[in-house]
């Protein structure tokens, strides 16, 4: 059948915006084949939409995954994988060094009835000991938010395949430009695509690559609980991806420019980044990141958390504000924002400090940012 918008079959170069909430059907037998999952049809937004399906498509490949999930958040998707797989009674073991939001999430997990240990991403090597009969999930990210810690993906999917438990990595931090969980082991890939694969802080996604038996069970999920992402949005990110690997290469190169500096610097401390000979991550992070080492890093500026608001204050090219994997550079104190969904004693259970601060590089020329981290750090 001729495409009504072509007719001539000029295929148009951006994926059309297809708004429809429903489709006419075009006779009953095409109904029951895509009822019956024989064709893959369009029927009703919250089951699919073409817009959205282009990109689930991008995203798949760029994960190597054999099929790709879209939401309307990094966090529904998050919790489609949780309450997908997950029952009363299984066993999830999470990392402190996840995004601040999933322990909101865990709470309401606990109250179905999921029974959850929380370790630190230094727990990593042990995580052996802490897997039970019932455990059915790890849930992981590498690098890690906020301390940019690096946990071995290769040594956990050895773990997790041998006690068939379910390893999900949430890859927002490195992106798939230099790191793809799937080919390191990983069941099942997560990402925040509000960050870098959108780029642009101009909309809101979540993305899951997984194999097709589990893109079936997630889909359901989806289509039962409606986060179905808007047309608009899916346009969006598809344009956001096809500079995300320039993007992401620059973000790196700024990110490892940065760290070069602010290692040195007297009034810097803890300084994570992957990409430093020196950084606990550094030999693992060699071997399952590639083309760089990601543009997220976290260090301490002077003692006080006074002083890290000084220095953010007196920022003028770097931006104060929250989210990452932007055009532009952020800069944020976790303890005031990306982890005021933890109560306080929590929040620095892990190696955070009130002090700590954490740097998304952005695409900005690497000479500007140097210049202004210094003069920012010469008011503090
Ligand atoms: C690593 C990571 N995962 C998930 C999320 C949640 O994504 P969203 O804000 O798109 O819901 C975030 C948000 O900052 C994040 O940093």
């Not at 309450?83 to 999430?105: C, E, M, P, Q, R």
């Not at 946990?151 to 430009?177: C, G, H, Q, S, W």
Request: aromatic share 8%; charged share 20%.
């Amino acid at each position: 059948m001729k495409d009504p918008l072509t007719p001539y079959g000029n295929r148009p170069m951006v994926t059309p915006i297809v708004h429809a909430v429903n489709y006419e059907y075009s006779s009953f037998e095409v109904l029951r084949q895509i009822t019956d999952g024989e064709i893959d049809g369009y029927t009703y937004h919250r089951d699919d939409n073409p817009t959205v399906r282009a990109v689930e498509h991008t995203i798949a490949t760029l994960e190597q995954g054999e099929d790709c999930i879209i939401a309307t958040s990094g966090m529904a998707a998050c919790t489609m994988v949780f309450f997908t797989f997950l029952k009363s009674g299984d066993h999830l073991i999470l990392f402190h060094d996840i995004y601040g939001a999933n322990y909101k999430v865990s709470l309401i997990l606990e109250k179905m009835g999921v029974h959850i240990t929380w370790l630190d991403a230094n727990e990593s090597s042990q995580i052996e000991s802490h897997i039970r009969d019932n455990t059915r999930m790890i849930f992981l990210e590498s690098p890690s938010n906020p301390l940019i810690k690096t946990i071995d993906i290769v040594k956990m999917a050895e773990i997790t395949r041998k006690k068939n438990v379910l390893l999900v990595v949430d890859n927002t931090f490195a992106t798939p430009y230099h790191q793809k969980p799937l080919s390191l082991g990983a069941d099942i890939v997560i990402h925040s695509a509000t960050k870098a694969l959108g780029g642009h802080n101009d909309l809101m996604a979540g993305a899951i690559i997984t194999k097709k038996e589990f893109y079936d069970l997630l889909w359901f999920t989806r289509q039962a609980i409606g986060t179905t992402l808007d047309a608009y949005s899916a346009s969006l990110l598809e344009r956001g991806l096809k500079t995300f690997a320039l993007r992401a290469e620059k973000m790196s190169i700024n990110a490892q420019v940065m760290a070069e500096y602010l290692k040195k610097h007297p009034k810097i401390k803890n300084l994570r980044y992957p990409g430093l000979p020196d950084d606990a991550g550094h030999e693992i992070s060699k071997t399952q990141m590639q083309n760089g080492f990601g543009g997220m890093l976290a260090f301490e500026v002077g003692e006080t958390i006074e002083e890290a608001k000084t220095f953010i204050s007196s920022l003028k090219t770097i931006i104060h504000a929250v989210s990452l994997g932007a055009t532009e550079s952020l800069i944020c104190i976790p303890f005031l924002t990306t982890m005021l969904y933890l109560p306080e004693d929590r929040r620095t259970l892990f190696g955070v400090r009130k002090n700590t601060i954490r740097l998304s590089a952005g695409i900005d020329p690497a000479t500007e940012l140097i210049s202004d981290l210094k003069q920012a750090l010469e008011k503090v």
